[in-house]
């Protein structure tokens, strides 16, 4: 088929949407049509490696030149400590293509469209479980109106309040087994897509108050204790996992280590709202059919 133009013909707008998990950028871009400016939409994403082309990264020509064609090469050295090396490296891009999915041109409703299974389905489904009802049992928490006699620890500080206490399902003995929950006292966090840069002190204290108070109260060594966030969580008010290292139910995806969130929101405020999130759940959970419904609408 003949290529209809060439992508220098586009002028770069903005990036509408990164798809951490699938390694794909959205782009809107322009193209100058007759006398208007017609927008597109651009799927960029790099193709996985074919395992039979590896091989020939470390092809070499008759006369010992490595091929500039049908090899990887070193283009920067980025870290050396002993025998570790981090390059940058690249190859011949027959080896690992770039696939391009374009909507051009495109409408407002193409591009509304983009960021919709959060918007449109998991969004909504949170907002669902939030509501009062939903979360009486947690406000009288933190509140101060129930299961007080649990609490091992409470901060009051306007914006960075939390409470710690022993999940229901621990029995309160076997360390090998310790569960514990970090539950903020704001309403206005509910899951880990609210939290933004501003939000790294109160994770911070979080995790590291919330292990010291558990480590003392339970006589464990804190090194044995991790922190993590569930996505999706089981409520809808942002709290923390306490859980000892010799538990086997910490299941990735779903959990978000809370080092490994301070440390994506350093690299951009906004990191939880942009990505893209994978969710775990049974399959009955009411959240599928929204999501299969907005899959549904993106592909129309």
């Known amino acids: 088929m003949t290529i209809p133009f060439k992508l220098s013909e586009f002028h770069f707008e903005r990036i509408v949407n990164i798809l951490t998990d699938s390694n794909t950028v959205i782009v809107l871009a322009t193209r100058v049509s007759g006398t208007q400016n017609e927008p597109g939409l651009l799927f960029f994403k790099k193709a996985a490696f074919d395992p039979e082309v590896v091989p020939r990264f ?17 283009t920067e050295l980025q870290l050396h400590n002993s025998k570790f090396y981090n390059f940058i490296g690249e190859c011949d891009p027959s080896l690992n293509p770039l696939f391009i999915k374009m909507i051009y041109p495109c409408t407002d409703a193409d591009i509304k469209k983009t960021p919709l299974l959060y918007s ?28 007080q006699e649990s609490i091992i620890y409470s901060s009051n500080q306007p914006d960075e309040g939390f409470v710690v206490l022993p999940d229901q399902k621990w029995d309160k003995q076997n360390t090998d087994s310790l569960y514990c929950l970090g539950i903020v006292k704001t309403n206005a966090l ?44 089981s409520f809808m ?28 929101l350093r690299r951009s405020p906004t990191y939880y709202s942009d990505c893209s999130l994978t969710i775990v759940v049974q399959n009955d959970h009411q959240i599928i059919k929204t999501v299969q419904s907005s899959v549904k609408e993106l592909l129309q």
Not at 120 to 134: D, K, M, Q, V, Y
């Open 237 to 264: 008010q942002l709290h923390v996992h306490y859980v000892s290292t010799e538990r086997s139910d910490m299941h990735a995806p779903r959990c978000h280590l809370v080092d490994d969130v301070i440390d994506n």
């Open 120 to 147: 449109g389905a998991s969004l909504p489904f949170i907002e669902s479980r939030s509501t009062e009802s939903e979360l009486k049992w947690v406000r009288n928490i933190v509140d101060g109106q129930a299961e």
């Open 58 to 74: 470390f092809e070499v020509s008759t006369d010992d030149e490595r091929s500039s064609r049908d090899c990887a090469e070193f």
């Open 190 to 233: 509910r899951t880990i897509r609210d939290l933004t840069q501003a939000h790294i002190p109160l994770l911070l204290a979080m995790k590291e108050e919330g292990i010291k108070q558990i480590s003392t109260k339970f006589n464990i060594d804190p090194s044995r204790v991790l922190c993590y966030l569930h996505y999706l969580p």
